[in-house]
Structures are given as C-alpha cells and as structure tokens.
C-alpha cells in the first residue's frame, strides 16, 4: 500500500512538471464590408377620380375605377357614371436603388368626406405578389423604380348626400 501511494505521489509530481505548451497570444483578422444605395422616393402621378355621378332613386349602387382607370356602377340600383373621361385610378412612382426588395403599403381603406358626411372607399392595387416583396426595377448601382397603381370603390345609396367628397391617402415604400 505504501508502494502505491509512492507511486501515485511521483506520477502526481511527475504531471505537475511537465511543461505546459499552450499559447499565451492568439489572433484572427477580421475584415468589414459596406454597401451604400440611394434612398427611397414615392411620387404621386395621377390622383383617384370617381368623377361625377348621379346617385340611385331606389336601390344601392357600388362604384368603381379600376386600377386600368375603367369606371363601372354595379349592385341594384340605377345609378348614372357621367362623362367618359373624367374617372382616373391613382399612379405612383417609387425609386430608389435597382434590384432591390421593397416593401410597398397601400392602405386598405381611406375616407373621403363632404362635411359631416363620408365615403368609405375601399382600395385595391396592381402590385404582384406581396406587398412586402416587390422589387424595383434595374440594377445594384443604377436607379430603378416600380409604378403602383391604386383603384377604389364605395357604396352609394338613395340617402347619400350630395356634394363633392375629398380626402388621401399615403403610399409608402421601405427596403426589405
């Protein structure tokens, strides 16, 4: 038993001796990288016109402008779309950096209002896919830009004042 402690005694020293080899520094290069693009602009070309039209005598109507600019009066009443050319849908430009991923938001609703009174318009758009996966046109280092057009419709009824009705709306763009 001795001869074992003994042994274990000088083994232990013997570990304690030897010599470490580890490292006392150690480095690693790292390295840093940018890419600067031009920033993000939205400009309205052309604003949203229902134009005129002549509310129904009986019966509720819906009326439209599609995002190609085609007025229509649709549901069961007997409302009248005057004159041609005087419905338009909205037109937007973004720009920014080519090829890039952007985000667009076109509201889903806005208000249009003739004093106390007001239009719910619903809109719709042209976009392709997700609005949050949109991609301008061009290339890194190049402008690009993608055209967004907005339509809408709202509801008129027999009881629907009359009157000119206003009011906007925001189209906003974010890169992703």
């Known amino acids: 038993m001795k001869m074992l402690v003994g042994a274990t005694a000088a083994l232990a020293l013997t570990v304690l001796a030897v010599p470490a080899f ?15 693009i031009r920033g993000l602009s939205v400009t309205n070309n052309a604003n949203l016109a229902f134009g005129t039209i002549v509310r129904p005598s009986a019966g509720g109507n819906s009326v439209g402008v599609s995002t190609a600019g ?15 050319t005087s419905a338009s849908a909205a037109q937007f430009t ?3 950096e080519g090829g890039q991923s952007i985000s667009v938001g076109v509201p889903a609703s806005f208000s249009m209002l003739n004093g106390s009174d007001s239009l719910l318009v619903t809109t719709s758009n ?51």
């Open 22 to 36: 580890a490292q006392s520094t150690a480095s690693a290069s790292g390295s840093g990288t940018a890419t600067i």
């Open 70 to 84: 085609a007025r229509s009066v649709t549901g069961g009443g007997d409302a009248v779309a005057l004159g041609s």
């Open 94 to 96: 973004v720009a920014g």
């Open 126 to 176: 042209d976009l392709v896919g997700s609005a949050s996966a949109q991609l301008l046109s061009g290339s890194l280092g190049g402008s690009g830009s993608l055209v967004v057009k907005v339509g809408g419709s709202f509801p008129v009824t027999t009881t629907t004042a009359t009157g000119t009705y206003t009011g906007s709306f925001t189209v906003s763009a974010n890169y992703n």
